[in-house]
């Protein structure tokens, strides 16, 4: 059986031997062959897609927090702290829950709709609403970090990424790689309206449907920057508009629900295969960072209402021409 | 990697060799220990979580989905429907989808909230709302099967069941028993407005907060009190504040997010402990059917809303006692 990314591959991560893992047996995601969205986007290679959905609170962030939590543990930490209103905030609670610690959420006031924040508050995290905006909430965090026995879980710890990585282990490992001699080419692609790497300077108000990745001042900017310039990528961004017909094909041409933010990648592969940027030789993998359910609303916003029939098969059969 | 359940089972499924699996990867998923949760029940033996919301559209169903489409596919059928408002709808059309098949929902007029159907638009099933209630959609339904190449994908297909049996392999195979034999115990557990096997009759308004089993005349009722009998098991209901007790010791005390269906398991293991009919040296695992992202609404309702500070570390600290 999986036994969770920290034991699967404790000799890679900055782990001491006695710290025990602190787990809900993350990642062992599906990485899923996709043709079909392949054939639509014009891409005659190997495309995959890695489901990160179906970690245990429905995100990639699964894999940073169990090693960020399992640490915190260890240490002799009794609460854990973020500023967040979606995945972190659910992914902290859940395993510091699992630790048996205690997890504080700062969210700005007034900005939130409460169902963003049903996870956290199911996995019992006390919800701090401050009268300021994310800057504010996440200068509290800090502040709080220094005067008490508290540690955040936000990105800037630096255990969060060394989880994160083991999403490229797992793919190498299924695509028969293991440990690869040549180096991936890394694409990266952020939403137009919430791009600073593509900018080159802080987006002081971020906007994007997708919500997950709207993030003006990213924590890892530097070293996102140095795994592009040193595998030959790219980080561009897209619309939108192209980020939500990316998700749709997802959805409907392969069977596989995203949050929008996770479409990014698709509608990124799509934009570059357009502009011929990509052999037909290729393997591609698209990472799918978040489950569709954590955000319904998109769903149901971007599809037909119901048709209204009579209980008549036969009015059915000729509305749907069946 | 895993391969699904299809083929990772294959000989133990009446699925023709030349069959092939339609499949999003699911199964597989974590089973997790919860010696917190134990010990809160004063259960003394060793208590395990077979975490079903982790498949590819958040509940067990896409085991017996990926059979029941497979084999649908295989036939030369291009459409599946059912009558549903949740977990078999969201399913079966992410499974269609992957299939290339059309997906149809029937479903009753004005009492469904569009959240519920998410999965379903966004995997581009075509919903029609009838007006007429469930049974009235049920009949709709199978006379469309009758009369048009659509195949039924609701519980009465038989590739369901054949298909969902293979969580119970799972658990075996992880647990090192393999091919077990000695028979386990089945215990079944029913909320108590919807508890057609406890009660010997058909439940004609059943309620329930737990909407996954809200469920008055199930199409499984004979199978599963066989299953009862044979392995010396129970079936017995618990009370919507059991559930949402269940529900809430899960999240908060290891860090696992059910709907609240799923929480019925471990309601009624708690009972049973409760009454003295389970030994400490037992391993007893519940399974939990769905994710608890698939009822936001009542982690929301079931928590204490936020509190409310100033952006000031020194107030918080004091308002939380750090």
Redesign the interface.
Known sequence: ??RGVIDEYRERLPIEEGVQAVT??EG?T???EAP?VADQIGFGGRLLLK?EG?????SFKDRGMTVAISVAAASGCE?VICASTGNTSASG??????A?MKA?V??P?GRIA??K???A????A???????NFD??M??VT??TR??N?VVVNSINPYRIQGQKTAAFEICD?LGAGVVTSRPRMMGFQAAGADPIVRGRVIENPETVATAIRIGNPASWKTAEAARDQSGGIIESVTDEEILVAY?ML???????VEPASAASLAGLRKVCDAGGIEDTATVVCTLTG????D??T??H???E????????AE??R??K?
Chains 1, 2 share one sequence.
């Open positions: 059986m999986w809900l047996g062992n599906p990485l899923v079909r489901y179906l970690n245990p609170t429905a609460a609670a859940a395993y510091a829950a699992r048996g504080i700062i969210i006031e409460l169902g924040l049903s996870q508050l199911a996995h019992g006390t919800v701090v609403s401050i009268d300021g504010q909430a200068k509290v502040e709080l005067r008490c508290v299924v749709s959805a409907s041409g392969e069977g596989v629900f489950h569709g359910l954590k319904p609303a769903a149901t971007e599809s037909p119901p048709i209204s029939a009579r209980a008549d098969a059915i059969i509305l749907l069946l």
